[in-house]
């Protein structure tokens, strides 16, 4: 058996709906985006979309410019959707301010760091395992259920030792 490194799994999420994703989130736009903005990056989608590079569907494109063209429909999805800066764009100027621009790394190092587990031990010590084994005990049958019992050793004529069941690569 060898011990190469297991392939990633990789996880696709069901689709959020176009109402809960919002039209800001769907054509690539901050919410103070203009007129000329906004066509160019409905252009750019359109595009992407008839050539299948991305998977929102056309459909989603058009709607999501139907509704920041609409202004009374626009303030609603400002309000509702994912995208959670504001329309004064609150979250964007604290970002600039604190060097969090997509072009550059942020000029401050992160408090807590991440730790590498691999050679991690926990400050607590861990019972041996026959130990743990001696010390656990099987409950007694419910006087409500004596069918159990009687179904269980017709089974299983000796007693089943749940450490000794195969797992894995070890089942036949």
Same mark, same amino acid.
């Given at each position: 058996?060898?011990?190469?490194?297991?392939?990633?799994?990789v996880l696709?999420?069901?689709?959020?709906?176009?109402?809960q994703l919002?039209?800001?989130?769907?054509?690539?736009?901050?919410?103070?985006?203009?007129?000329e903005?906004?066509?160019?990056?409905?252009?750019?989608?359109?595009?992407?979309?008839r050539?299948?590079?991305?998977?929102?569907?056309?459909?989603?494109?058009?709607?999501?410019?139907?509704?920041?063209?609409?202004?009374?429909?626009?303030?609603?999805?400002?309000?509702s959707?994912?995208?959670?800066?504001?329309?004064?764009?609150?979250?964007?100027?604290?970002?600039q301010?604190?060097?969090?621009t997509?072009?550059?790394?942020? =000029?401050?190092?992160?408090?807590?760091? %991440? +730790? #590498? !587990?691999?050679? $991690?031990?926990p400050?607590? @010590?861990? &019972?041996?395992?026959?130990?743990?084994?001696?010390?656990?005990?099987?409950?007694?049958? =419910?006087?409500?259920?004596p069918?159990? %019992? +009687? #179904? !269980?050793?017709s $089974?299983?004529?000796?007693? @089943?030792? &749940?450490?000794?069941?195969?797992?894995?690569?070890?089942?036949?």
């Amino acid at each position: 058996m060898s011990h190469e490194p297991a392939a990633p799994v990789v996880l696709e999420l069901a689709p959020l709906p176009r109402e809960q994703l919002g039209p800001f989130l769907l054509l690539g736009l901050p919410k103070d985006a203009d007129c000329e903005q906004i066509e160019a990056h409905w252009a750019e989608r359109v595009k992407a979309a008839r050539k299948h590079q991305i998977r929102i569907p056309l459909e989603d494109v058009n709607w999501a410019r139907e509704i920041i063209n609409d202004p009374d429909r626009r303030c609603r999805a400002e309000a509702s959707n994912l995208n959670l800066d504001l329309s004064d764009g609150t979250l964007a100027r604290l970002a600039q301010t604190h060097g969090l621009t997509d072009q550059a790394a942020p =000029p401050w190092k992160p408090y807590d760091e %991440e +730790k #590498l !587990l691999a050679d $991690y031990t926990p400050p607590t @010590l861990l &019972p041996e395992l026959s130990e743990l084994l001696h010390g656990l005990t099987l409950p007694e049958w =419910p006087v409500e259920l004596p069918a159990v %019992e +009687k #179904l !269980l050793q017709s $089974y299983l004529p000796q007693n @089943l030792d &749940p450490w000794a069941v195969p797992l894995g690569e070890d089942v036949p």
